[in-house]
């Protein structure tokens, strides 16, 4: 396997950014992931579109040129002959000797970025048998709308699932409504099939599967509303799953132990899924 590193494609066995990274220190940077689909980039432009929103956020620059940016992914979808997985790109302020604020002006950011193939197969037996989650409090900072590789709460709510038998935990906030997964968007369906998700303008990451799926839906003929909901209103729902670049539209048949309907994954997420590609925008590798 091939990664990039800071202006370099080197075996990934050996990649390295220094020990004075400040992503490494303070988890003072930021990540998008894509996922790779036949061969296609999916919805590359408004995942870039979504770095560049993080990085002002964080004033940090561009490590490279947003014009160059697509051409080391494809590069590096194409040295690790993945037609079907993910490109992962991570960019932190830069290396500098250890101190909060910024460093001097002209540090230059980490750009890393690897490549990893998937099966599809697996992929789409897991969305045949759905997946589970569990809920935890909300315990993470106010501006998860950045897409920060500070991702600790999330880490332990999702290890938290996977010791309870669950592949994603939803982070709940203190009156009940759910917010999004440890890495993925929370979705329901009504009883009359409408699609529930929260709004995005504040304490949830926007989506680019979710922002997608809007135009999936809208294809289908389906109603969205963009709403909170409770954990109550999930586990009485009609359907519920997840979404994000690596697993699309993934139905959830239990809630917190709770079978969602019957327990089995609900065909209209399943519908969602299959005419998601038709949809996205397909960026050549
Ligand atoms: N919320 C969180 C917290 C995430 O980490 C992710 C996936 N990175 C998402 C939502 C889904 O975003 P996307 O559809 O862009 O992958």
Redesign the pocket.
């Known amino acids: 396997r091939i990664a990039y590193v800071n202006g370099r494609y080197v075996a990934h066995a050996d990649a390295c950014v220094h020990i004075e990274d400040r992503g490494y220190q303070f988890a003072d940077g930021v990540y998008?992931?894509c996922e790779v689909a036949r061969g296609f980039i999916v919805?590359m432009p408004h995942?870039l579109a979504?770095l560049d929103r993080s990085l002002r956020e964080l004033s940090i620059d561009w490590p490279v040129t947003q014009r160059v940016l697509p051409l080391i992914l494809r590069e590096v979808v194409r040295r690790n002959h993945v037609a079907n997985g993910l490109v992962y790109l991570q960019v932190t302020r830069g290396v500098a000797s250890r101190d909060f604020v910024f460093p001097a002006a002209g540090t230059k950011p980490s750009l890393v970025v690897t490549a990893r193939k998937a099966d599809p197969a697996m992929a789409s037996k897991r969305a045949e048998n759905g997946i589970k989650v569990i809920t935890v409090p909300e315990n993470r900072w106010d501006r998860?709308d950045i897409?920060s590789v500070g991702?600790l709460p999330?880490v332990l709510a999702k290890q938290k699932a996977r010791e309870a038998g669950a592949q994603e935990a939803w982070f709940v906030d203190a009156d009940g409504t759910v917010k999004?997964?440890?890495?993925?968007?929370a979705w329901i369906i009504t009883r009359n099939g409408v699609l529930v998700t929260r709004p995005a303008e504040h304490g949830?990451?926007?989506?680019?599967?979710?922002?997608t799926l809007f135009e999936v839906a809208a294809k289908l003929g389906l109603t969205i509303e963009e709403r909170g909901f409770s954990v109550a209103e999930a586990k009485a729902a009609r359907e519920a799953f997840i979404?994000?670049?690596?697993t699309i539209a993934m139905p959830i048949v239990a809630i917190d132990g709770v079978p969602v309907a019957n327990g089995h994954p609900g065909s209209i997420t399943l519908s969602l899924r299959q005419a998601f590609f038709d949809v996205a925008e397909k960026s050549p590798a």
Not at 180 to 185: I, V
Not at 204 to 211: E, F, K
């Open positions: 998008e992931v919805d995942h979504r998860v897409k991702l999330n999004e997964g440890g890495s993925s968007n949830i990451l926007r989506g680019i599967t979710r922002t979404s994000s670049a690596t």
